[in-house]
């Protein structure tokens, strides 16, 4: 997810893009850059925060009140100067600037190479300025509209042209906003950067095209036809709007899991086939090994009930602090799988150096692109999730299962056998199930606040919920500070049950399915032993509820899918509960977001 910004107006322009870059940093921190309209078009850009980038302006002058900039968040070619935006055309006559992912990059910039254009960067972005001028004949929105449709993707994107005076602004997928001033306008990813400026704005919608000049702004669909678009009022205040009314960028972040999980999928679903590019020998793997930290290491464990179930092929989990300290026989058919969402986590970069050494074929499944992780590996999965600031990981959790779910189907795939169709669309439907689950919010937070006194809980699952139930403690202990273990439900009998009574939350992961009745004969063990039980399920089973204390319902989906949406009420009764004790959610005691240390 990256953040663009777009004025034209009276004022010299540099101040209104960099005060809005920053004010969009949270959308992303790897590079910055921004583009000015003299009688040229005049492009300063550099990786890192926007901070990099103002020391690079300090003995810049410019004289335009025309401009655009960016601050990006990768997701194809690492978070360097050259990859920066904006990005200029071959001719450099157009800069773009562009948040979204161009999912026939590939096809066009072939298209490219072949009439002599030459590329600058590794992003797919840059496609979309060559594009632009391939088609421009004078009319900066006649040309803007015809590359956009030979684009496949998503895009919020905004164009200028160094002999023309506006600023082209288009949207699919990817949310863009036009500010509405006094002798200016402007454009921007959100509405936070405009608010210094105007509460007047227009929420573009898909395909929507504008031409935006100093006095006035035209709004057409890209195939050229005119419409209208409502101007409306913004009543919030700038500090809300960045975590867009969210009290904390974890909610925010939970709250995105449906979209996330969706730029997941994107691209890499087409009918039954998985259209995952992983460069490894399917038909000779006979042993995958995934090594991760904390709740990656969660996913990992998701990720091998998926690949015993869907592979039959033995899949090793471990922490990566041992893995990389333990003696193991790694071969070189096997398959080694890193799970990171930073990338940059110490102990998983260790292990992964380790296996190299032994000569295993390696994967990394992460978020941020370019980051070590992702250099060091051979092939990779990026998650598309966007930036997640809050320390406790959500959105990233859900799109590395997601990533797992779509590995074991291209495996599959790739050792000739059918993938089921029934698993495809299910997969493909679950973000709205998600939604579902988040729309029930308010429940959660009534049972947070009953749960919020409790200084010990037991989180239980059996299956492929057992890593859910490690989840679900981890949540909570690492934002509430309150003590929780999560334990595989039969094991209760080897010493937790010792720990049960009515002052201790048990929360049973029990979705209707093969072992159910086995974890309803767990759960009378904690009856018997007066611990409040809050279940979470899809089953009507009356037994389970006369049993449980608390339900919360979550929509049915396949078994093997279940941790997709059994994870998310623990996730929101863990930050209920955290925020009800006046924590700082986002920055929990102890803890940082990226563990690069060992
Ligand atoms: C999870 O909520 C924690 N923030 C932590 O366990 C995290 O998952 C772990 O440090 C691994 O981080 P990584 O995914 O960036 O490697």
Partial sequence: MCGIIGYIGIDHVEKYLIEGLKKMEYRGYDSAGICVKDDYLDVVKKSGGIANLEKALLDRKFSGNTGIGHTRWATHGAPNDLNAHPHLSFQSDIAVVHNGIIENYATLKRFLLEKGVRFSSQTDSEVLAHLIESFYTGNLEEAVSKALQNVDGTYGLAVLHRHENKIIAARKGSPLILGIGDSMMMVASDAVPLLDHTNKVIYLEDNDLAVLTRNQYD?????????????????????????????????????EQPEAMRNTLRGRIKGDTI?????????KLNRIVITACGTSWHSALIGKYFMEEILQLPVEVDY??????????LAKDDLFIVISQSGETADTLAALRKAKSLGCQTLGIVNVVGSSIARETESGIYLHAGPEIGVASTKAFLCQ?????????????????TISSRMINELEILPEKIQEIIANEKQLRVLAYRLQNATNFLYLGRGVNFPVALEGALKLKEISTIHAEGYPAAEMKHGPIALIDASMPVVFIAPEGKILTKILSNMEEVKARQGQILTITDSQNPKLQELSDHIFMVPKTLEIF?????TVPLQILAYYIADMKGINVDKPRNLAKSVTVE
């Fill in 401 to 417: 299962i997601t990533s797992l779910m779509l590995l074991a189907l291209a495996i599959q795939q790739a050792k000739g056998k």
């Fill in 320 to 329: 990566a602090s041992e893995f990389r300290y333990r003696t193991t026989a």
């Fill in 219 to 255: 709004i057409m669909k890209i195939n050229g036809r005119k419409v209208r678009r409502e101007i409306e009022e913004i009543q919030w205040n700038i500090s809300q709007i960045e975590k867009r009314g969210f009290k904390h960028f974890m909610l925010k972040e939970i709250y």
């Fill in 562 to 566: 279940t941790p997709f949406l059994t």
């Fill in 275 to 283: 259209k995952l590019s992983v460069n490894f020998d399917a038909e």
